[in-house]
């Protein structure tokens, strides 16, 4: 990590010397902390919140207001997630314990899919056999009603996809009591959350 404090130079901009605020200090070994606590711990979040890529590039503005929204309200929910985007889907990720296994050997227990436009052929089969090795996909808001293959120009436009694997579809576009039933159950959860 890489901290940097602003430093007032002497007074009408003369050659006097910097001086550092006095809470630079404090600062820097609050980063220096953190950053030692997060290379130590491990990654422990089993939801992931999927990146609908394509469907911004299809200029759908809905999925990138979606996916913002569902983001703070999982958090307001004191749901840990990770963004999982379409590459992790389609290739990276291994299907593996149960879930969807990353590079750092977190696995992904539910995904949760904002509203979209558009779903890759690849990540509809890999969602298919995520849920047949046990994963939950959680489509919340409206579903794609495009399936892309190689390219947007051979996209099935006229075929919504079989979502009938998907363990809950929400079309109220909110994360609401039944999609956190449907969650994974957190390692920890307060007593009370910060709705400030």
Not at 38 to 60: E, F, N
Not at 71 to 93: K, M, N, P, R, T
Not at 106 to 133: C, D, M, N
Request: charged share 20%.
């Amino acid at each position: 990590m890489q901290l940097r404090v602003p430093v007032r130079g002497g007074p009408g901009g003369s050659a006097a010397a910097p001086t550092v605020p006095p809470q630079a200090p404090m600062l820097a070994w609050y980063t220096n902390r953190a950053g030692y606590l997060m290379a130590i711990g491990r990654p422990a979040a089993q939801v992931g919140l999927y990146h609908p890529v394509h469907s911004m590039w299809m200029g759908d503005e809905e999925a990138d207001r979606s996916m913002t929204k569902l983001g703070w309200q999982l958090y307001e929910h004191q749901v840990e997630w990770d963004y999982f985007d379409e590459q992790s889907l389609s290739s990276v990720a291994t299907i593996a314990d149960g879930g969807f296994k990353n590079l750092s050997g977190q696995v992904y227990k539910a995904i949760v899919v904002p509203a979209s436009t558009v779903i890759t052929r690849i990540g509809l089969e890999r969602f298919q056999a995520f849920v047949k090795a046990g994963g939950k996909v959680i489509f919340v808001g409206k579903t794609p009603t495009m399936v892309v293959d190689k390219t947007f120009r051979d996209a099935a436009k006229d075929a919504a996809p079989d979502l009938s694997f998907a363990t809950l579809i929400e079309p109220s576009g909110d994360i609401t009591p039944r999609v956190l039933a449907a969650l994974p159950k957190p390692d920890v959860k307060l007593d009370a959350g910060s709705h400030g």
